[in-house]
């Protein structure tokens, strides 16, 4: 669950892709000394002192053409609206420029928690260029090395200690959240309307109407459901608005708060090559899904089109063998009931634990029956199993050496336990660990 949202702002060439970096640990932003070298917006999570953050990194995205100042107010604008603190990144070699006092006046009206980061500080000799910086009138300034790493840390513990200001979110504690994603005009949201049987959320035939994560909270058959729609996802390459690079971040966290995911596919224009990325987003973050195929009704079918069709979602959906398919019409309401009760199976195998002794059991017999392979005169040896966590339920093989199993065997080892347990429609993790024999 991610505790809060951070974006990093400041005028062009400050560092803010390098301190990014550091951030989140891994080079995913490109950097380079010319401004405006950050052309796509990046979006990463990192864990400090037990808190989860997802941290976008503005960079200095250039319009041709345009004023630097109406392109950091556009930058600044989009962070202000959707983060819950904001780092604001200054050159402390170059001093305070009229940009970093344009960005300041925005921040000063934002109403948004913000923490300034005097970059570029690489030795104490230039410490002293920080105290300028409480003319901006934004806080205590903190002194960082975005290339050295200097100050990461202080900068961290102070949103940390500023999370109390943060907006507080919805609290559906005991209810199922449920994120419907999917490229745009898939039917996502008529989808809920279907569901919800009644007019909720805007519905409309052009690319994108909706921009915002909406919740709404239901009850069917006594159980508490909230679902979350979301703004399609856009390949990087189409994505031309900058509020579209928004409802990106907005579907990955709506996917984060979600216990399931219902990944739509319009079944009118079939699997899209880009329907693999936004799947792949979902089950990289181990939650469980169901494919659904809206707009069945449209569909010039036999009584073979069903089952070709979901053939070709196992070969081309390798990743997601484990995610139960339904074909519907959010228009005709065709097989919309079968929806809940799917998501209420998928959702009690996701929060599955089995006792170690029958896990053990299980993985024993598979390992007695079918022998790992030797690999360079070796053979991998099981000692023990023991499911660890849920939603997804993760396993630990405690092992003679990990690097004896070959990916082959581990799938066969997963096949093993769906098929002794009841994990339909979530992922399921196995890590393997040497074992101390200390």
């Known amino acids: 669950m991610i505790d809060g949202i951070i974006a990093i702002v400041g005028r062009p060439n400050v560092g803010k892709s390098s301190l990014f970096n550091r951030i989140i640990g891994d080079r995913v932003s490109i950097v380079e000394d010319t ?6 917006r990046v979006y990463g999570k990192t864990e400090w002192l037990t808190k989860n ?18 392109e950091i107010k556009m930058q600044v604008d989009l962070a202000i609206q959707e983060a819950d603190c904001i780092i604001f990144v200054v050159d402390g070699r170059e001093g305070i420029t009229s940009d970093d006092e344009y960005i300041a006046r925005m921040l000063q009206k934002g109403n948004k928690p913000v923490i300034l980061a005097v970059n570029k500080i690489d030795d104490q000799s230039l410490l002293y260029h920080t105290y300028d910086f409480y003319g901006l009138g934004v806080g205590d300034p903190i002194a960082t090395s ?36 999917g490229q745009p005009n898939v039917g996502k949201s008529s989808l809920i309307n279907a569901i919800l049987n009644e007019e909720r959320t805007i ?6 109407t909706t ?17 979350i729609d979301t703004a399609g996802i856009r390949r990087r390459g189409k994505i031309y608005e900058n509020v579209e690079k928004y409802a990106v971040l907005r579907a990955l966290t709506a996917i984060e708060r979600a216990d399931v995911i219902l990944f739509v596919i319009d079944g009118e224009r079939g699997i899209r090559e880009q329907d693999k990325h936004v799947a792949g987003y979902a089950h990289n973050e181990g939650k469980p899904i169901i494919i659904v195929f809206n707009k069945w009704d ?50 009690i195998n996701s929060q599955t634990r089995i006792p170690t002794s029958v896990v053990n059991e299980v993985i024993m017999d598979a390992q007695r029956f079918t022998p790992p392979p030797t690999h360079k005169g070796q053979r991998l040896r099981i000692y023990y199993v023991s499911q660890v966590s ?12 990990p690097e004896l199993c070959h990916f082959s065997y581990k799938r066969f080892l997963e096949n093993r336990l769906r098929e002794a347990f009841e994990f339909e429609g979530t992922p399921i993790h196995l890590n393997f660990r040497k074992r101390n024999l200390t």
Do not use: C, W
Not at 35 to 40: E, L, Q
Not at 54 to 66: A, L, V, Y
């Open 35 to 40: 401004p405006g070298v950050t052309r796509d």
């Open 53 to 70: 953050f997802r941290f976008i990194d503005t960079g200095g995205i250039q319009i041709e053409d345009q004023p630097f100042q109406q």
């Open 146 to 181: 975005s290339a050295h790493g200097i100050g990461i840390g202080d900068v961290l513990d102070k949103v940390v200690s500023m999370m109390d200001q943060f907006e507080k979110k919805e609290n559906y504690e005991g209810m199922i959240k449920f994120a419907i994603i």
């Open 203 to 208: 519905v409309s035939d052009i690319e994108g």
């Open 211 to 227: 921009r915002d994560a909406i919740d709404t909270p239901f009850i069917y058959e006594n159980r508490d459901y909230v679902a």
């Open 298 to 347: 449209t569909v010039e079918k036999d009584e073979s089109t069903m089952n070709q069709m979901i053939e070709r979602v196992r070969s081309e959906f390798l990743y997601l063998s484990y995610a139960p398919i339904v074909f519907v019409s959010a228009k005709t309401k065709q097989r919309i009931h079968t929806i809940i009760p799917m998501i209420e199976k998928v959702y």
């Open 390 to 401: 849920i939603a997804p339920p993760t396993f630990v093989f405690f092992v003679n050496d």
